[in-house]
Nanobody, 123 residues
Framework: QVQLEEHGGGLVQAGGSLTLACAASDRIFSDSFMGWFRQAPGKEREFVGAIRWVSDGPWYGEPAKGRFTVSADGARNVVYLHLNKLRSEDTAVYYC????????????????WGQGTQVTVSS
């Protein structure tokens, strides 16, 4: 039973950076992974990146290529999403999630979800 809470969303200018954090109440120690997704109004939820608690990976979706990075602090049960070179198209609610089976870029692979944090990029 895992509870997740995202922090760090807000308003940022295009070209700027923002770091999101996801605090987990418990760690899934066996073959678990943490994912980041985002969803804009009228759009499907899309995969951003993922990492294992042992720091295997990370793996990225197309939106993250060359701009975003995922890292984990196992000692504190926190995963981060570093958003760089932000564009207006990055405006969305960003979610972290925990899973242990399936393809890590599939929404259905995740069992636990945070409430999300809003990221708004102004141009």
């Amino acid at each position: 039973q895992v509870q997740l809470e995202e922090h760090g969303g807000g308003l940022v200018q295009a070209g700027g950076s923002l770091t999101l954090a996801c605090a987990a109440s418990d760690r899934i120690f066996s073959d678990s992974f943490m994912g980041w997704f985002r969803q804009a109004p009228g759009k499907e939820r899309e995969f951003v990146g993922a990492i294992r608690w042992v720091s295997d990976g990370p793996w990225y979706g197309e939106p993250a290529k060359g701009r975003f990075t995922v890292s984990a602090d196992g000692a504190r049960n926190v995963v981060y999403l570093h958003l760089n070179k932000l564009r207006s198209e990055d405006t969305a609610v960003y979610y972290c999630a925990a899973g242990s089976t399936g393809q890590l870029n599939w929404v259905r692979s995740y069992d636990y979800w945070g409430q999300g944090t809003q990221v708004t990029v102004s141009s």
